[in-house]
Each structure stands twice: as structure tokens, then as C-alpha cells.
């Protein structure tokens, strides 16, 4: 479960002058639901992921995960109760260390069993879960990261954001990178990770058509608030066309591109 109430993040632009990014944001998630997050650029997309991690800290409101109070906790103990994808496919991996060192790293927060765990039954563990991504990692095991495609190295950070079973995935852009057949697997393995560990998430993205399809709920947002929010039969019943239409309606006035919400 997430749960944001009135969060205010802000910037200084010097001489006195700040940059509203989240204007009293409220949003609240159910556990298991998943959410995909659209809206035009400078929105305040991916700042709301980076609050909810930690990343940046709020100015005011409060942030709660699985109903725990964890505004005032930094990002590494954040990190007991999440997982986070970024869009560069380099960003969640490290290149110099082989593919096994990264997922001992990842495993290092998860469940006691993974940290008490012989050296071999834990090779044994992990090749199992790699061979759930399909492309022969699990013969790789001892290879460095640097040798792996971009869609590998996601498929791996993906793994890794999931295999300390957080409560909370927050994905941003996480396919936007990839070439069409890797985003397309990508996609697939989110949406297994997030039903088999009954995941609840948070999913940025600037594809309209993923955004439908990929979620059971649709938060649109524009200058730090969010202007529109789909779910059941009034999010069935949505498309592209339509989310288009909501949000230059939500705006109060025509967009003279689409693509500004596209971008």
C-alpha cells in the first residue's frame, strides 16, 4: 500500500525563487494495484517515484508504505519495503561485477533465508530465478554484467528490484530504452513479478497504450497535481484517443500538439 497526503517538493532556482514540482499531491494506492502514471513533461512524474523512495525529500505532507509512517526515513531503509527500476538499462546493475555478484547485492535486503544461505544453495537459487527471464542467464552467472544487452541488463535490474519481495515497484520509464521486442519482454516479466509477489505499483510511462493496457488504474498529471484519475469501467472503457481528449479538457484549454503529452 502507498499512501502520499498534501506532499509538497520544491527547488530553489536561486535568489529567493523556488520551483514548485508537487503541489499538494494526495494519492492513494491499494496493495496489489497497479497504477500507471502519464502526464506531459516537467509534470512532476517521476519526482513523485523519487519521494516515494526517498530520493528527494518533501518540504511537507507525509508518505506512508504498508501503512508504516516513512517520511522521515531515508532512501536506504526505504529500500526494505521497495523496488525501482529506472529507464537507463545500465543504471540498476553494476557492469564491473559478475551477474551473480549483483544479485547477491539485491538479496542482501531480502528475506533471511537468501542471507543465511550456502554459497551453493544460493548459486542453485538464483539460477532458478534467473532461468525465469528466458534468455540463458542462468549459464552466465559468473560473466560480468558489461557483456549483457540493454534488455538483459533490465530483465536483470527488474529481477533484482523483485527478488528482496518489496511491498512496493516503482518503475520509471523502465522500457522506453529498450528496442520494441525487449520492451515487449520486459513488459511481460513486470507483469508476472507484480502478480506472483502480489506487487502493489507505481508505472511512468509516456506510452499511452502501455499505460491502458498495463494498468488497472490511470493517474494523469500536469504542473505537480494530478488532473485526472481512471479506474474501473470509466478506465475499461478509455483510449488513447480519449485520454487525450481528458487531458486537454482537464487543462482547460487546447493543446496545440498532442505530442506534448506524449514527449
Given amino acids: 500500500m502507498i499512501r502520499v497526503e498534501d506532499i509538497v517538493v520544491s527547488f530553489s532556482l536561486g535568489g529567493g525563487q523556488e520551483h514548485m514540482v508537487l503541489n499538494k499531491l494526495s494519492l492513494e494506492v491499494e496493495r496489489g494495484q497497479t497504477v500507471s502514471i502519464i502526464g506531459s513533461n516537467g509534470a512532476g512524474k517521476s519526482t513523485l517515484l523519487n519521494a516515494v523512495a526517498g530520493t528527494v525529500p ?7 508504505l504498508d ?8 532512501e ?10 529506472r529507464q537507463d538499462p545500465l543504471a540498476g546493475t553494476a557492469g564491473d561485477m559478475t551477474v551473480l555478484d549483483n544479485l547477491a547485492l539485491a538479496a542482501r535486503k531480502g528475506p533471511r533465508r537468501f542471507r ?13 530465478k534467473v532461468a525465469q527471464l528466458g534468455m540463458g542467464l542462468e549459464q552466465r552467472l559468473k560473466e560480468n554484467v558489461s557483456r549483457l544487452s540493454g534488455g538483459q541488463r533490465q530483465a536483470l535490474t527488474l529481477l533484482m528490484a523483485v527478488l528482496s519481495q518489496p511491498s512496493v515497484l516503482l518503475l520509471d520509464e523502465h522500457t522506453a530504452a529498450l528496442d520494441p521486442a525487449n520492451a515487449e519482454m520486459v513488459g511481460g516479466l513486470t507483469r508476472k513479478f507484480i502478480a506472483e509477489f502480489e506487487l502493489t505499483a507505481l508505472i511512468v510511462t509516456h506510452d499511452m497504450k502501455r499505460a491502458l493496457e498495463q494498468a488497472t488504474r490511470i493517474v494523469m498529471m500536469h504542473e505537480g497535481e494530478i488532473i485526472a484519475d481512471l479506474s474501473g469501467a470509466e478506465k475499461e472503457k478509455m483510449d488513447v484517443a480519449g485520454l487525450v481528449r481528458l487531458f486537454k479538457r482537464a487543462r482547460g484549454a487546447e493543446y496545440a ?7
Fill in 116 to 128: 543465511l544461505a550456502t554459497p551453493h544453495r544460493f548459486v542453485r537459487e538464483m539460477e532458478g
Fill in 58 to 64: 518533501v518540504r511537507a505532507g507525509k508518505i506512508f
Fill in 76 to 85: 536506504w531503509q526505504r529500500a526494505l519495503y521497495v523496488g525501482r527500476v
Fill in 257 to 263: 500538439e498532442d505530442r506534448d503529452l506524449l514527449s
Fill in 67 to 74: 501503512s508504516r509512517d516513512v517520511t522521515a526515513l531515508p
